[in-house]
């Protein structure tokens, strides 16, 4: 048993760290807002769903006009990234600025409540579009970065397998990674994002300190919508196929990933999401053989939730978080 | 606080319209009956319960459009009897319940004579119960679960093949003619696909192959390489899919991405030209079973085709003819019952004992006889293979029963 | 406007006609009319107008029930749609049973629970097992399917293990705050659902994906309930007694219990109320209720799969809590019933009218836009537009108000909320 799980290990770490990249980067989006506003942006895993179909209708329409087979695949990839998150950053913060802001002293419940009802606003809204144009909701986008890539690991030790990859993963691993690092830069060491740390700390002191926070938070907004939607280009890229639920599922492990790792918290959102990535993509592969055929591997979107359950039951600040203490 | 007011009293309002055009759609029908009288023609409804919006809509949008088709070509026909047909389709999402509520709403139309549909065997067990108890004779184009007639209602009704003949068939061919000896089950965990599957895994194994996995998956997921990695660590001849064309695709894809190079088999829900779609170049190498043949092989299916082109713009998927001779099977029973009753309009119960007795009805892409529990003992299985990107696949093989 | 308004206030006797004449016109435009479901749904709606009169509660009730269990049934009787108009009404009976157990939930403890559904499928299961032959698979003893009379048993039965699981998922995540909280009971939810769809290795407990067919209708003393008509008064008499229940609760020491926890958890713990026991109590009471009707609902749909038990259902019901307005018993009652006669029926019948516009030529609307697929679109909307304007739901829970020269007097008399407020709601 432990040769066969010793076996697919590499190709599952692979598999993992794909997976993994783009939950954390979507977690990014949950924990800035998070941090910001104490509000759980249900609507956010919608905003990567329509990043997906936005920077899908994008390369259709650039194959159609027959730029794509002229211009190299990167450029036409950081075309649609760009354009992709603008579209989404403003997006998000027109949601922030109609829905989210009245409701700034409302009780946290009603602001959830809008939060859900926007989701499924978006869903529908992506899916009769979608029908109205093609008749169905299902969008297959052009295969792009289809190279096969095979990664000898049984050269490192005999025990392992081959793994095989797609070129479109190392696209995705480094434009996730590359994404991550300017986050990380750009909270950490620009006036802008000390607002943004001012703000999340204490919003009522910062505003005291000449920070407007209306900006602030409206920036926010457009960041994390921004890298949710260009994930979403991302998704589709190594997919090819999407639909408008893809964002309710995501955006939840997303935010388990973001738990995980310390809510308001950004390093330990990226951590959180790469953990959980490799976790399911190793429970999806080997929980029949661990469980001897009991439990097979549609259960690993249970695993995700369990895990969630777990850490917020017994550590709710997460790997990286601290505890917060409520005072009254 | 005047705004809010205003506003609520909006929305109040604009929910009372809203409930009240909804009803006003009742008044309509109603005088549309009227009409229909005054008009010269009793009203005669057929009503269709397809999936017309999610993951199946390819499949269940053919179904009501090939259903439409035959239902006016035979408008003329009707007419000179004395009766207007009408056509009602509804959409039942591939959700039991709102097939259980769209087959109480026909049950309650006392205009419905007959039900061409379903698509999903999950819909249509539940929905026929209701049929049943308003003894409302369906005919189903594409429910292939033994369930579906096996409990013996006298109002249940199928042309196409079983599940149960579906999957040994299927398994027989991947290990005689494909020479399968280790085979990878992988299912969708619905009524469908399940069953389709176990059905499969029991003809194979009676067939000498050695099942090495049995998994399953969950519909509307798009990452499947948990999966296609145990099917890497077991190394199978075949990896067989119990399951529609929206996942088929995407694991087709998705393997052959990872380096699995070995042939595809599934059964007649990946039967779609939206697989090709999805799947694209990967779909070289796929086998499917259906309970749908070639339409155009024959003079009738090419015109057949021909037509539905011109009127709707399409072309034809598998279940379109299907959906058209499950019509045509209906109205030829109608219309029976209507000259056994004297030229009046007949009840349902006669309707449903005509349909039952219908006997080597040549419809435009198969031969319909019922036997006793509503299974179609012309109905066949064909095989296909996907030689290309492209749909319809070529025809391999043809196994009756 | 206003005039009349206040003319009709005080006059008991006015109102008394006005009611009167209302109930019987739209009894017998439905005895004459069959299919207007405009007139069905008017005569339902006359119950709306009772609750805004000023009679006393028992006179209320009394023409409440005359109206539901006599009138209603005898008019939409006579014609075909009969069957259509109680399976609606059935299925609006059983989710206002579940709405009114995920106000206890939302509405008084102010707990959000996404993962409602999850008890209902519970209660479902609990009886589709053991009332088909799935029970043989794993049970030692008894002889299956158990036959219809087990069913009144099952309502009990079904009552505690809902309740019990409720306890069970209330105890981890009690610690979690509001926003988690969600998340939580959201994932559970999604849980429960997929281990009911795969439960069928190694021992086949659900039967998975296909699911639990040909589940025994319930039998009274050899009377086989078939009919949606017949299930109807089932219905009926389990939501009157549920009905019942949520208000004693609501005006009783756990209920203020309930809202105290809601208001602020930590200054009602500093007045000595056990947090923990109360929020169990209201997930264990709201999961009762929403279990008792999972058995109600599978005996009525004689099949039981894990579709039918997905996350749009959980938003449903929260959707008809906050339309209706969160914590008020008539407001919830008011949103279920609005929510599912706006799923069921008037968006079918506005998208074959629809498609008869386009079959004849008239208007062409596009398939995707047809109303029935835009019912999370619906929601949606519903949801934001309500969150933002009018969070308080359409008819908004009323604090019972106490008469102070009564109190004085010692007298225990109550006048409650709804005929002290009635001022306030018409004139505010």
Redesign the interface.
């Known amino acids: 048993m432990i040769e ?1 799980v010793l ?2 290990l590499p ?2 770490v692979i ?1 993992g760290l794909a ?1 993994g990249a783009v939950y954390a980067i979507v977690a990014l989006g949950y924990t800035m807002v998070y941090g910001i506003l ?3 942006n249900f609507a956010h895993g919608e905003i990567f769903m329509t990043g997906a179909f936005v920077g899908t209708a994008l390369f259709l329409s650039f194959s159609a006009f027959g730029w794509l087979s002229s211009m190299p695949m990167l450029l036409s990839l950081l075309l649609v990234l760009v354009a992709t998150s603008i579209v989404t950053g403003l997006l998000g913060m027109g949601i922030e600025r109609v ?1 989210y802001r ?2 700034r002293s ?1 009780p ?7 939060a ?10 992506v ?3 979608t ?2 144009k093609k ?4 969008l ?1 986008g052009p ?1 792009l970065f ?1 190279g ?1 890539v ?1 990664i000898s690991a049984s050269s490192i030790w005999s025990g392992f ?1 081959d793994a ?1 990859v ?1 070129s479109s993963f190392f696209i995705v691993l480094v434009t996730a990674v590359v994404m991550m690092v300017t986050l990380d830069f750009f909270v950490n060491k620009t006036k802008w994002g000390m607002a943004m740390r001012a703000v999340a700390q204490d919003r009522e002191t910062a505003a005291l300190m000449s920070v407007n926070v209306n900006k602030v938070i409206a920036l926010t907004f457009f960041i994390g919508s921004a890298l949710g939607g260009a994930t979403g280009v991302l ?1 589709a890229i190594q ?5 408008p ?2 964002g ?2 995501l955006g ?1 492990k997303a ?2 990933a973001a ?1 995980l790792g310390g809510i308001g918290n950004i390093r330990g959102a990226m951590f959180g999401g790469i953990v959980l990535g490799l976790l ?2 190793f ?3 080997n929980l ?1 053989i661990i469980s001897n ?2 439990l ?7 695993f995700a ?2 895990i ?2 777990m850490v ?2 017994f550590k ?1 600040e997460g790997l990286f978080g601290k505890v917060s203490i ?1 005072k ?1 | 606080m005047k705004r809010k007011k205003v506003f609520s009293i909006f929305t109040s309002a604009t929910l009372a319209i809203g409930l009240l055009t909804g009803c006003s759609a009742d008044k309509t029908s109603q005088t549309s009956k009227n009409n229909g009288e005054a008009g010269g023609g009793t009203v005669i409804k057929i009503a269709t319960q397809s999936p017309l919006s999610g993951g199946a809509a390819t499949l269940g949008e053919s179904i009501k459009l090939g259903a439409q088709l035959a239902l006016e070509e035979q408008k003329e026909k009707f007419e000179k009897l004395g009766f207007k047909l009408e056509l009602v389709p509804y959409d039942d999402q591939a959700d039991p319940k709102k097939g259980v509520a769209n087959a109480q709403l026909i049950g309650a139309d006392q205009q419905v004579l007959g039900v061409v549909g379903h698509l999903n065997s999950g819909v249509a067990i539940p929905s026929s119960e209701i049929y049943e108890k308003y003894n409302i004779p369906m005919v189903s184009p594409a429910n292939t679960a033994t369930d579906v007639t096996d409990r013996g209602l006298k109002t249940v009704n199928r042309i196409c093949a079983r599940d149960d003949f579906q999957g040994p068939a299927g398994a027989k061919f991947a290990v005689e003619k494909l020479g399968a000896k280790k085979i990878f089950i992988i299912q969708d965990k619905t009524a469908y696909g399940t069953g389709l599957a176990e059905a499969f895994k029991k003809g194979a194994e009676e067939a000498g192959a050695e099942i090495v996995g049995f998994e399953g998956i969950t519909i509307g997921e798009k990452d499947f390489n948990g999966v296609l990695n145990q099917v890497l660590a077991k190394k199978p001849d075949l990896v067989y899919f119990g399951g529609m064309y929206t996942e088929g695709g995407m694991l087709i894809k998705q393997a052959r991405d990872k380096g699995i190079t070995v042939p595809f088999m599934g059964g007649d829900g990946m039967d779609s030209s939206t697989l090709v779609e999805i799947a694209g170049d990967a779909v070289k190498n796929t086998f499917i079973t259906s309970a749908a043949g070639v339409a155009t092989a024959t003079e009738a299916g090419k015109q057949f085709a021909e037509k539905y082109k011109q009127k709707f713009g399409k072309n034809i998927e598998s279940y379109s003819a299907y959906g058209y001779d499950a019509m045509a099977v209906l109205l030829k029973a109608i219309e029976e019952a209507i000259k056994a009753n004297g030229n009046k309009l007949p009840t349902r119960e006669q309707v449903a004992d005509a349909v039952r007795k219908v006997q080597d009805y040549e419809g435009v892409v198969t031969k319909v006889s019922f036997d006793e529990k509503g299974d179609n003992k012309y109905a066949k299985i064909y095989i296909y293979k996907f030689e290309e990107a492209t749909y319809p696949a070529r025809l391999e093989d043809e196994v009756s029963k | 406007m206003k005039k009349w308004l206040n003319v009709l206030e005080q006059n008991k006797r006015l109102q008394a006609i006005v009611i009167a004449v209302y109930i019987v016109v739209t009894f017998i435009s439905l005895y004459l009319a069959q299919k207007s479901v405009v007139a069905f749904l008017l005569l339902l709606s006359s119950l709306l107008l009772l609750h805004f009169t000023t009679f006393s509660h028992r006179v209320k009730w009394v023409i409440g029930i005359v109206v539901l269990s006599v009138l209603l049934p005898l008019a939409a009787s006579q014609g075909e749609a009969y069957q259509s108009y109680m399976e609606v009404a059935t299925l609006v009976g059983i989710y206002i049973a579940m709405a009114l157990g995920l106000n206890i939930v939302v509405g008084l403890a102010g707990l959000l629970d996404l993962g409602f559904v999850a008890f209902f499928a519970i209660g479902a299961y609990t009886y589709g097992i053991f009332a088909t032959t799935q029970a043989n698979n794993f049970m030692p003893f008894g002889q299956y399917p158990l036959s219809g009379e087990s069913f009144w048993v099952f309502l009990i039965i079904g009552c505690i293990v809902a309740a019990i699981f409720g306890i069970l998922l209330g105890i981890p995540v009690l610690r979690v705050k509001g926003d988690y909280l969600a998340i939580v009971t959201l994932g559970f939810g999604e849980i429960i659902r997929i281990i009911f769809n795969n439960l069928d290795k190694p021992i086949n407990i659900t039967n998975g994906a296909m699911g639990l067919a040909s589940v025994q209708p319930p039998k009274l003393f050899g009377l086989e309930f078939m009919y949606p008509s017949q299930f109807y008064y089932v219905v009926l008499v389990i939501l009157l007694l549920t009905i019942f229940v949520v208000r004693r609760l609501e005006y009783s020491k756990i209920g203020r219990a309930w809202k105290a926890v809601r208001e602020n958890e930590i200054a009602a713990q500093a007045m000595g109320i056990p947090l923990v026991r109360t929020k169990l109590m209201a997930f264990a009471v709201g999961a009762s209720f929403s279990g008792m009707m999972g058995v109600v609902f599978a005996a009525k749909q004689t099949f039981v799969d894990p579709t039918s038990f997905t996350l749009l259902e959980s938003i449903t019901i929260l959707v008809m809590v906050i339309l209706g307005g969160m914590g008020s018993v008539p407001g919830v009652i008011l949103g279920a019933a609005l929510v599912t006669i706006l799923n069921l029926q008037v968006l079918t019948e506005l998208t074959n009218w629809l498609n008869q516009l386009s079959l004849s030529g008239v208007v062409h609307i596009p398939d995707a836009l047809s109303p029935a697929k835009m019912q999370r679109f619906i929601f949606g909307v519903i949801l934001i537009l309500f969150a933002l304007y009018r969070p308080q739901g359409l008819l908004p829970a009323k604090n019972p108000r106490f008469d102070e020269k009564e109190l004085k007097s010692g007298a225990t008399n109550m006048v409650d909320g709804k005929e002290g407020a009635k001022d306030v709601y018409f004139n505010g």
């Open positions: 066969h076996q697919t190709q599952v598999d997976l104490e509000l759980i829905a009245p409701l409302a946290k419940l009603i602001t959830l409540i809008t859900i009802g926007i989701s499924f606003l978006l869903q529908d809204f899916r009769f579009i029908e109205l008749g169905n909701y299902i297959t295969s289809t096969q095979s397998h095989s797609k998704f997919y090819g196929t999407i639909d639920y893809i309710f599922i939840l935010f388990t738990v399911e993509m429970a999806a592969a029949p055929g009991i097979g591997a549609e259960y690993k979107d249970v939730f369990s969630l359950i917020l039951i709710p409520e009254v």
